[in-house]
């Protein structure tokens, strides 16, 4: 008796065991089509795919699924694919990032700015969430907030391009002319003939 019991425990788990790997192989196989389909920019044909396998506990799948959405114009689905990946994963920094995409093409500025800072909250040095938020304050006209954002990322990364551009005009709206020369003046270093750095300083007398 107990070796049938060994026997038959040894043939459940041989059989699981070929269930898992048979499942493995039809995600891969499922990814490999979905990727093919992306490449074509057929966004709705390479979600087809991964919702044949879907499982609404796969983080990997609701991620994939949550960026192809977005592309596809689908943006409500998007972020419900996303705010899954949330909660399965609430430190993901990818999947709050990648919930700002459709959020934004929906106009929820709210929620893009509650989804940086919640990275920020997590990698207070994220030099993508800080960008961003400047930019955000920046068309708001909240200068002051958007200094905070892009002088973070010009003290993390002193001769940056973007960043350092947009702390010059930061500076210049809030009338630190003197500070932003200096800052445009070194982004005409990395670009020597980049338009807006050369306008902002034709500005300041």
């Not at 909660?87 to 990032?97: C, H, N, R, V």
């Not at 905070?148 to 010009?154: I, N, R, T």
């Amino acid at each position: 008796m107990k070796i049938l019991r060994t026997l038959l425990a040894g043939i459940l788990l041989f059989s699981l065991s070929n269930t898992s790997t048979a499942q493995t192989d039809k995600i891969s196989a499922a990814y490999t089509s979905s990727y093919e389909k992306e490449y074509k920019k057929d966004y709705t044909g390479a979600m087809a795919p991964l919702k044949e396998v879907f499982d609404s506990k796969s983080y990997e799948i609701n991620l994939r699924l949550g960026w192809l959405a977005y592309e596809a114009g689908l943006y409500k689905e998007s972020m419900a694919y996303y705010q899954t990946c949330m909660d399965l994963m609430p430190y993901s920094i990818e999947a709050k990032l990648g919930m700002t995409y459709p959020a934004y093409a929906l106009g929820n500025s709210n929620r893009v700015i509650t989804e940086y800072q919640s990275v920020l909250n997590i990698d207070p040095h994220n030099t993508t969430a800080c960008y961003k938020l400047g930019m955000i304050f920046y068309e708001k006209k909240d200068y002051v907030s958007a200094s905070k954002y892009f002088e973070k990322v010009v003290n993390l990364y002193p001769f940056t391009y973007d960043a350092l551009l947009m702390y010059a005009w930061t500076n210049y709206q809030l009338g630190k002319t003197r500070e932003a020369k200096v800052l445009f003046t070194k982004v005409l270093w990395l670009y020597p003939t980049d338009k807006s750095a050369l306008e902002g300083l034709s500005l300041i007398k």
